[in-house]
């Protein structure tokens, strides 16, 4: 699964025992489920038969269903039946129907279960919903589809919802005449049932997951290739152009073919559909053979979208893909492996997009993407470790972050550089074979590479699994080309207790001196002393493979300073290096001063990615001062417009054919900040655009920019260029343009703009899968913060029905709505709002956004006057 925007944005030992599981004296071999959606009353009617395998003589049969009405249950055996009208009897805690029969089965006897059962098309975006679109002609079109993991095939028919459970699934839709059926294979046959209806039945699934199943049924358009050894299509209902499918269905193409090599096994199944859904909660979702997404993540308009949409489309459609492989034919036994999943289809998507498009030199991007976001939520004392122990249902979605998908990966692609990518890859290949249509623990795949390797690859990559954390290596410099290198686990918040510093890492130190990269050296203790070759020049943590923050003394990020600008680091280590900097100036282990002083020696950097996180850097900085004094704050903001300015005018903001993927977002960068930083030139030209824009004239504003010229449209205007964004978000049909309108409205600081702007949160004018877009906006100013925090108070209830607990959206918002704050006063208003609420579903969120306050009042005690004065000091504020 691909998490959404917004998850992106916002960023031990094992109990088995403690797991909630059925009982285990039944197992499931095949499913026949047969569903006909009613599209006027909003149900479903189904009928599930199940073969099982009998473990021990059962009276008793459960399994889980959620929001499902049992009408009628049976048990055959050898095509008779053996016992029928249970006893039904529901536990809503566990989520499982338990029917009590009046005849057991015998252990080691073969036997049916079939069900008869009604459900909801339900509008939560989970198990088998509806999710409605626009047509070309107005009118509202509805379609029924589903989202299953993790555990939400309950609610679409009775079922064994483990991972470990796999069994094989026939599917049987019924709908009209007219609507595309859809499910993980191929179609066997299509009858016709009378009443204008058919039955679509598919062919046969190999053994799979819950919540691996997938249906669809709507009107859907559709285009195909035959470039890969089976078909390939993207559907996408009326009113999108199905043309955008275009470079994701020929991208999907490449990729099957590519993972088949690179994995060394073929794609098992007949063909690969892909489906944009209009409403969706997550990014996508890697159904085998049927996988969805929202509608932005698989429709691109080459025309009409930036650089940076592109690369997103390209990482999802590979990241899904991955999991054909890994995910779908090899499986977690349990959710606490979640990160095999998610982990390696992130570090796959790197990979992949790496080959495909190597002028968008993604691994550098990942510095400052994957390794930034994983190490900006492990660095909270909230964080959890890699293999998470998680025992219920609502507990799973919580660890859909960036611990299992950014850390996870990142731990991976440490390894693949430990052991050298051809070696990792082929350790890949020999775990995906010995485990195909079965299931796996992280111990699995440390084996496989190990076998590859001939390393103790588990001894070495446990600890980084099992333990929350990283650390941080403080470096020392001693006479005679001596350093001392030490570890201690690293906290935002600063305050490490000797009780949380008991791990100890194996930190892979990645020397570079003038000689090169040392990649053997290996730090397992607390405290080393290593010898420098040749020369002053040194560097730990080259190009940054490894999951740590190297805290230098200031004299040596002085020397590293001048070493960027003699070429002597890559980019990798300079993007690295200054995202350290300024981790370790908010931790406390350096003055904020320094790293600010350090970002404007880099004026003279030339590279994308380094910028990205020098810009990156100034901001945190920035939202952490954000409700400090106005001149020290205008300072900070005077300053990034300094650092920007000359960049973003020397670069300009025309775009030409001859502009590389990267240059377009370079620019698109260095005009968009400087501009919402003051730049008045900037400011002037993105008005002219917009007057324009908005007066018809669609060439007006290039895609890369269409956000900044919009924002700062809003940030520096009043009503009438409001209504206008509002306008054009309600006008325009590509999803893309829209989410982009909807994401901007909040930098409006009028406060009756910023009610109007709250006000469409539940107006049914945005789909509840976008309701934190409005609220991104609203993040970048002291007045819409406050807004927000308001809004969530007095809504809470309303926020709890539409986007219920036991699912993601709900932890997003409460991240949205609360993490921005940043002093004591306002922490003890969060807690006190959530004193006494039942907070599972999403307790870890609001964990980590108190956490992130926490550490931002720490920091702004520690470093207030420090910042006021370096400010002054260098001329920013009077």
Same mark, same amino acid.
């Given at each position: ?32 489920? $047969? ?8 149900? #479903?009617?189904? /009928? ?32 008779? $039946? ?15 129907? /338990? ?16 069900? @008869? ?21 107005? =009118? ?35 709908? &009209? ?76 193409? *490449? ?45 691109? &308009?080459?025309?009409? %979208? ?39 289809? $992130?570090w796959a998507s790197w990979y992949s997009c790496n080959v495909f498009y190597p002028e ?8 400052? &993407? ?11 004392? =909230? ?11 609502d507990e799973i979605n919580q660890i859909f972050d960036a611990i299992s998908y950014s ?16 070696? #990792? ?30 390393? %103790? ?20 410099? *001693? ?16 305050? /490490? ?55 230098? =003394? ?32 908010? %931790? ?40 400090? &004094? *106005? ?27 001859k502009d590389g993927h990267i240059e377009q977002q370079f620019k698109a960068m260095l ?38 010229? #919009? ?81 969530? /108070? ?29 002093? @004591? ?29 926490? %550490? ?23």
């Amino acid at each position: 699964m691909c998490r959404t925007h917004a998850a992106a944005e916002v960023a031990g030992g094992v109990n088995v025992q403690a797991r909630e599981l059925l009982p285990t004296n039944v197992i499931p071999r095949h499913y026949h489920v $047969t569903l006909e959606p009613d599209f006027t009353k909003l149900t #479903f009617d189904g /009928t599930v038969v199940i073969d099982l395998d009998v473990a021990d003589d059962s009276k008793t049969i459960s399994l889980h269903t959620l929001e499902l009405d049992i009408h009628d249950a049976k048990v055959l055996s050898g095509g008779e $039946t053996v016992s029928s009208s249970p006893t039904v009897s529901y536990n809503e805690s566990t989520q499982t129907t /338990t029917l009590e029969f009046g005849n057991a089965v015998a252990k080691g006897s073969k036997a049916q279960l079939e069900i @008869k059962f009604t459900g909801q098309l339900n509008d939560k975006m989970a198990g088998f919903y509806r999710s409605t679109y626009k047509n070309p002609d107005g =009118s509202e079109g509805i379609m029924a589809v589903t989202q299953m993991e993790p555990t939400d095939a309950r609610r679409a028919f009775p079922c064994f919802d483990e991972p470990a459970l796999k069994a094989e699934f026939t599917v049987t839709l019924i709908s &009209d005449n007219k609507l595309t059926c859809l499910s993980n294979m191929d179609v066997a046959s299509e009858a016709d049932v009378g009443a204008n209806k058919k039955a679509v039945t598919f062919n046969k699934s190999p053994p799979m997951s819950t919540y691996l199943v997938a249906f669809i049924v709507g009107e859907l358009n559709c285009i195909e290739t035959n470039e890969f050894r089976v078909p390939v299509r993207v559907y996408a209902p009326p009113g999108q152009d199905i043309n955008h499918g275009r470079f994701s269905l020929h991208l999907a193409a *490449k990729t099957l073919a590519f993972y088949e090599k690179v994995f060394g096994i073929e794609f098992p199944l007949p063909k690969m559909d892909q489906v944009a859904i209009p409403d969706f909660a997550q990014g996508a979702m890697e159904n085998w053979g049927l996988v969805t997404y929202r509608v932005v993540d698989l429709l691109l &308009d080459e025309e009409g %979208s930036g650089a940076a949409t592109k690369e997103r489309v390209a990482e999802v459609v590979q990241h899904e893909l991955a999991h054909q492989w890994f995910g779908n034919l090899v499986t977690m036994d349990w959710w606490d492996g979640l990160w095999l999943n998610e982990g390696f289809a $992130t570090w796959a998507s790197w990979y992949s997009c790496n080959v495909f498009y190597p002028e968008w030199k993604v691994w550098e991007t990942y510095v400052t &993407d994957n390794l930034q976001r994983a190490l900006g939520l492990d660095s909270l004392r =909230s964080s959890h470790p890699i293999e998470v122990p998680v025992n219920r249902a609502d507990e799973i979605n919580q660890i859909f972050d960036a611990i299992s998908y950014s850390k996870g990966s990142c731990v991976l692609r440490m390894i693949s550089t430990y052991l050298g990518e051809d070696v #990792f890859l082929e350790g890949v290949r020999r775990y995906l074979k010995k485990h195909a249509y079965g299931n796996t623990e992280t111990g699995d795949l440390w084996s496989a590479l190990g076998e590859a390797s001939g390393k %103790s690859v588990e001894d070495v990559m446990d600890v980084w699994t099992k333990h929350v954390g990283f650390p941080v290596i403080t470096v020392s410099e *001693k006479e005679d080309n001596t350093i001392q290198v030490k570890q201690n686990r690293f906290l935002r918040t600063g305050d /490490t207790k000797p009780e949380e510093d008991q791990v100890l890492f194996p930190v892979f130190l990645g020397l570079r001196t003038k000689d090169g990269v040392d990649t053997e050296l290996t730090l397992s203790k607390r405290e080393d002393n290593l010898k420098i070759p040749s020369g002053d020049f040194f560097k730990l943590n080259a190009n940054h493979t490894g999951l740590y923050r190297t805290s230098y =003394s200031p004299e040596r990020l002085e020397k590293l300073g001048a070493a960027a600008k003699q070429g002597l680091l890559s980019v990798e280590d300079r993007a690295g290096m200054i995202a350290d900097a300024g981790a370790l100036a908010s %931790s406390g282990y350096q003055k904020t001063s320094g790293v600010l002083s350090l970002l404007k020696g880099f004026d003279a950097e030339t590279e994308f990615v380094v910028w990205n996180e020098l810009i990156s850097r100034v901001s945190i900085v920035q939202s952490a001062w954000v409700f400090e &004094d *106005k001149a020290v704050r205008d300072g900070l903001e005077a300053f990034q417009r300094d650092l920007v300015s000359r960049q973003a005018h020397q670069k300009g903001w025309t775009f030409t054919e001859k502009d590389g993927h990267i240059e377009q977002q370079f620019k698109a960068m260095l005009f968009g900040n400087a501009g919402l930083c003051g730049d008045q030139v900037i400011i002037k030209a993105a008005k002219e655009m917009f007057t324009k824009y908005m007066a018809g004239d669609k060439s007006a504003i290039h895609p890369n920019i269409r956000g900044s010229v #919009f924002s700062m449209a809003l940030k520096y205007g009043g009503k009438d260029e409001y209504e206008a964004v509002l306008n054009f978000y309600r006008t325009s049909t590509n999803a893309d343009e829209r989410n982009t309108a909807l994401r901007c409205l909040g930098r409006a600081k009028d406060p009756e703009l910023i009610q109007r702007t709250l006000a469409m949160m539940f107006s049914g004018e945005v789909k509840d899968q976008d309701i934190y877009m409005p609220a991104a906006g609203l993040r970048s100013h002291p007045e819409g913060i406050e807004a927000l925090f308001t809004w969530m /108070t007095d809504n809470w209830d309303a926020l709890v029905e539409r986007l219920p607990p036991a699912l993601s959206m709900l932890g997003t918002m409460v991240t949205i709505c609360t993490s921005t704050y940043t002093t @004591k006063e306002q922490l003890a208003r969060v807690e006190k709002f959530f004193e006494g609420k039942n907070t599972n579903g999403f307790d870890k969120s609001l964990a980590q956004s108190l956490d992130a306050i926490r %550490s931002k009042t720490s920091w702004i005690e520690r470093d207030r006057d420090d910042v006021a004065a370096w400010v002054k000091e260098n001329g920013y504020s009077a």
